[in-house]
């Protein structure tokens, strides 16, 4: 698994979407028929038993490491172009996303949207993003190194478009919506695929 960065990261971010998108559309139904406190609640019992698990797993395992190679020497990462890079990618990556899944339903209800209706659209933008999780992954792989940073700054400009469409646009709300979940879900899976210092 250390060695496997994308492929963990592939699936961490199939599960959080998954999760997420089910908790979006379930919360304002639960919330009607039982209260804020259950529809908040009822999410702590996913949380211990993923906490219960993961504390299993580490006592069986222990702390897992990543080998070094042969040769390799320790990376100052204050001096390093390649961590400032992806540490920006990462926080604008998470800028975009956390915004879109906070204020979704308050931009949608401003176009005219049901609130009853806005967990579904949340539950569109995490679904949409699950499989451009394994699409980005495989083609991150495939890419040479020198064009992968093309590759991020495409999905970085895929996403100043979508928001832009969904600002502006008063149509196809739902489609826009589905797009900003491929491009938020595409650029955070690209991070640990691709070498942003290629080139």
Known sequence: L?????RVTSFYSVTMGLAAGIAAAVAIPLA???GWRAALNIWLWPA??????????RKRNGHIATPVAAGQTKVKLWHSGLAWMISLMMGLQSLFYYTFSTWLP??????GIAPSETGYYLLTLQ?????A??????????????????LALCLCGM?????????L??????FWVGMIGVGASATFTVQPNTDLAAG
């Open 169 to 174: 646009l008063s149509g196809g709300l739902l």
């Open 133 to 150: 999780v394994f699409i980005t992954a495989a083609l991150a792989a495939k890419v040479k190194k020198e064009h992968q940073q093309w």
């Open 127 to 131: 679904l949409a993003g699950l499989p």
């Open 48 to 57: 211990l038993a993923a906490l219960a698990l993961w504390l299993y797993m």
């Open 159 to 167: 996403n100043v478009i979508t928001t832009l469409a969904l600002w």
């Open 106 to 111: 308050l931009i949608l209800m401003s176009k």
């Open 2 to 6: 250390p060695l496997s960065v994308g």
């Open 32 to 34: 009607q028929s039982q």
